[in-house]
C-alpha cells in the first residue's frame, strides 16, 4: 500500500515509507514479510517515541489490527495472550472486566504493548513492563529457510533480549504475561525542601513517584501504595482535580507561557508563586490501580529527555541537574567538581553552546524502577533500583533549538559521571560509543539479533548506526 508521511507524537520525526501496511491478521503479515524478503521492514505502534527507533524509509507494518486479549486460567492463575498492536488502554480495560490489573503501568496508556515491550517502558516502585512478559510470539524470517515463520519465545535467556528489542528481532505479534489481581492503590501529594526527605518516604510509599520543582527548589512527593482498604468516595472527585487542574489546566498555562508569551521568565515566577497552589496537599485518596497511575499526559505534543542513573548517583545527579538548569538559564558559574567534568571530557565546547540558552519550564519527574536481567534495557543489570529522571519540554516543535543544547550538555555530563543511559524511546543524543559504554551486554545482545534476523532485515538506520556501530546515520 502507498503511503503518505508518518509524524510521530513530538513530531520531531516525520519520514515516509515506500510501503505501510496493516494487516488483519497472521497469515496475512507472513505475506507481507514474503512479498518483501529483499526489503527493510519495521514495525509501528502508536508513534509515541520521540527517538526515530521507528523510522524506515522503506517497508512499515502496523499491528493494530492484531489488538485481541485472551485470557486462560491454569494453576497458577491467569494467562493474558496480547495481540501486539494493542493499546496499553485497550488491554487495562479488558483486564479489569475479569477483575484483573496490569502488574506495572507508564504514565499513560496510549502506546501498544509491543511498542511499550520493545523499548523497556517503566512506570514508578516496579519494574519495566517487558520484566513481566513470560513469552513473545515473533514474526521473522527462518534463518534456515529464508522464509517468514512465528517463534514462540519462552526461553529465557533469549528472551533477555527478545523482551526489549527494539525492533531488531523481528515484528511482535503477541506477547503472554500473568497480570495481577485487580488492586487499588493510595495516594497524597507533599512539598518536602532536600531530596533525602522525599526519598526516605520510599519506605512507606514504595510506588511513589516524585517531581522537583526547578525556581521554587522544592521537591513534590507523589506519595503511593497499595491498600486493601476500598475505593474513596471522594475519588472520582479526586480524577476530576487532576484532569481539570493538572492535565489541562496546569498545561494550558505552561503552553500559554512558553509557546504564546515565549517568556523566559514567567517560567519563574509561575513555579516559585503559582504552581504550588495547584496542588492539593495532605489529600489522601483510594482509587483502582489504573486510574492512579494513568495521567493524560498526552493531551498536549511535547518532548521529552529522560536519563537513568543508579540509587547511589541520585543525589549528585539531582544536584548536577539543579545546577545545569542553572547554567542553561543564565550562566551561573559551575562548582569546580563540575567544571572538572567537562574539562576532562571535552565537553566545553557543548557547555558553552548551552550557556544562557534555555529556562526550563516544566517539574522534573525521577522515578524509581527495579533492576531486571535484560539485555539491553535501561534498567538491566545489577542489584541496585534505578531512577528514571525526565525532562520535557513545551517548546513548539521549530523552537526546541535551546532545550536540545541543554539535553546534550545534561546528558553527556550524566553519562561521563556517571555512565547514565538513555530511554530508547526518548529523545537521545548518544551515539554508538556511549550507547556501547552503557550496556556490557550489547554483544550478546547483537549476536541474539543475529540468530533471529541474520541479514538484518528489522534494523533501521538510526538502530544500525546507534547500537550496532554500522556506518549510516538518521538525523535527529
Ligand atoms: C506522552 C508520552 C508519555 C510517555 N510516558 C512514558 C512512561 O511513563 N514510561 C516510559 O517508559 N515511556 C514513556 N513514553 C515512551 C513510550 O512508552 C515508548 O516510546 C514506547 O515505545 C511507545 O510505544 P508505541 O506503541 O508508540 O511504539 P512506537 O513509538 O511506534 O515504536 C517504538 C518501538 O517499538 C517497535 N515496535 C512497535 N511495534 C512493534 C511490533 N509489533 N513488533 C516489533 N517492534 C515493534 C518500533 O519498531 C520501535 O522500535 C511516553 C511517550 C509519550 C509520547
Known amino acids: 500500500m502507498a503511503t503518505t508521511s508518518i509524524k510521530n507524537f513530538g513530531e520531531n520525526v516525520v519520514f515516509t515509507p515506500k510501503n505501510f501496511y496493516s494487516p488483519g491478521n497472521v497469515g496475512e503479515l507472513l505475506d507481507i514479510l514474503e512479498r518483501h524478503r529483499n526489503e527493510k521492514v519495521r ?48 488491554l487495562i480495560a479488558e483486564l479489569a472486566k475479569l477483575d484483573l490489573a496490569m502488574p506495572a503501568l507508564g504514565l499513560i496508556s496510549e502506546q501498544t504493548i509491543a511498542g511499550a515491550t520493545s523499548t523497556a517502558t517503566h512506570g514508578s516502585g516496579r519494574h519495566c513492563l517487558s520484566h513481566y512478559l513470560t513469552a513473545l510470539h515473533i514474526a521473522h524470517y527462518d534463518p534456515l529457510t529464508s522464509s517468514p515463520t512465528v517463534s514462540v519465545i519462552r526461553d529465557p535467556d533469549l528472551l533477555r533480549a527478545a523482551k526489549c528489542a527494539v525492533g531488531c528481532m523481528g515484528i511482535i505479534v503477541a506477547v503472554e504475561l500473568r497480570p495481577r489481581t485487580a488492586f487499588r492503590i493510595e495516594e497524597f501529594l507533599r512539598f518536602y525542601t532536600t531530596l533525602a526527605e522525599v526519598v526516605e518516604k520510599e519506605a512507606d510509599y514504595p510506588l511513589q513517584q516524585f517531581y522537583y520543582l526547578p525556581w521554587l527548589d522544592r521537591y513534590l512527593g507523589q506519595h503511593r501504595r497499595e491498600t486493601d482498604r476500598p475505593r474513596s468516595w471522594l475519588a472520582p472527585l479526586y480524577r476530576w482535580y487532576w484532569y481539570l487542574v493538572i492535565d489541562v489546566g496546569l498545561h494550558l498555562a505552561i503552553k500559554a507561557i512558553v509557546q504564546g508569551l515565549k517568556s523566559r521568565r514567567l517560567p519563574k515566577v509561575f ?13 489522601k485518596v483510594i482509587d ?57 571530557h571535552g565537553l566545553r565546547t557543548i557547555a558553552e553552546k548551552a550557556a544562557g540558552r534555555y529556562t526550563h519550564h516544566y517539574p522534573v519527574c525521577v522515578r524509581r524502577i527495579l533492576p531486571d536481567n535484560l539485555l539491553i534495557s535501561m534498567t538491566g543489570g545489577g542489584n541496585e533500583d534505578y531512577y528514571a529522571i525526565s525532562f520535557i519540554t513545551y517548546d513548539l516543535p521549530d523552537q526546541r533549538d535551546g532545550f536540545f543544547r541543554f539535553a546534550e550538555l545534561l546528558s553527556m555530563v550524566m553519562f561521563h559521571r556517571f555512565n547514565a543511559r538513555c530511554h530508547w524511546g526518548k529523545y537521545t543524543p548518544y551515539h554508538h560509543p556511549q550507547i ?15 540468530q533471529f534476523d541474520p541479514d538484518g532485515h528489522f ?18
Open 288 to 344: 483502582h490501580s489504573q486510574e492512579m497511575l494513568i495521567m493524560e499526559h498526552e493531551l498536549f505534543r511535547h518532548l521529552e529527555i529522560e536519563l537513568f542513573v543508579r540509587r547511589s548517583e541520585l543525589g549528585e545527579a539531582m544536584e548536577i541537574t539543579r545546577q545545569l538548569l542553572l547554567w542553561a538559564d543564565s550562566s551561573v558559574p559551575l562548582p569546580p567538581q563540575t567544571e572538572r567534568i567537562l574539562d576532562r
Open 271 to 283: 513555579f516559585r508563586s503559582i504552581a504550588p497552589f495547584t496542588v492539593a496537599r495532605r489529600w
Open 459 to 476: 534494523q533501521n538506520a538510526w538502530v544500525k548506526s546507534r547500537i550496532f556501530g554500522s556506518s549510516g546515520s538518521v538525523n535527529q
Open 43 to 90: 514495525a509501528i505502534g502508536s508513534r509515541h517515541s520521540w527517538s526515530p527507533i521507528a523510522q524506515s524509509s522503506e517497508i512499515i507494518i502496523s499491528l493494530e489490527k492484531l489488538d485481541g486479549v485472551k485470557v486462560e486460567y491454569d494453576e497458577q492463575g491467569a494467562v493474558a495472550t496480547i495481540g501486539g498492536g494493542c493499546q496499553i488502554k485497550r
Open 436 to 450: 556501547a559504554a552503557n550496556y556490557p551486554e550489547l554483544q550478546e545482545f547483537q549476536q541474539r539479533c543475529r
